[in-house]
């Protein structure tokens, strides 16, 4: 039996938007280009940050973010090849609110997760 699915749930902005970010290994990059020192990433450093992210996932993740324009990525002709990864205005914009969402979670962590 096919569900119906409502077309205003699929086009909710909410939901358009949240999906694009909300997985965890795409807000651990966000957050980590931000608390960088420079503001800026090699690939390499990202993963040593998420060593439990498998570098095809870290690499999808980053051109999700790529795509919906929370990051961007700079190469370098060199050998070998240098691409580094930072925010972007828009991705920037979003910190403040990821950093709260970080403090509710240290605030209410042992009620969220207790068996």
Known sequence: MKKNINPEYLACPIRQVIS?????????????????????????ELHAHMSDCSQ??????????????????????????????????????LIPAIEQLIGWVKKHFDEVVRP
């Open 56 to 93: 095809k996932m870290l690499s999808k993740t980053l051109k999700g973010l790529q795509k919906s324009h929370l990051v961007s990525r700079k190469g370098y002709p060199e050998v070998p090849p240098r691409v580094e990864y930072k925010l972007t205005d828009v991705g920037l914009s």
């Open 20 to 44: 694009r970010f909300g997985d965890k290994w795409s807000m651990l990059v966000l957050y980590a280009l931000d608390r960088s020192d420079t503001g800026v990433m090699r690939f390499c």
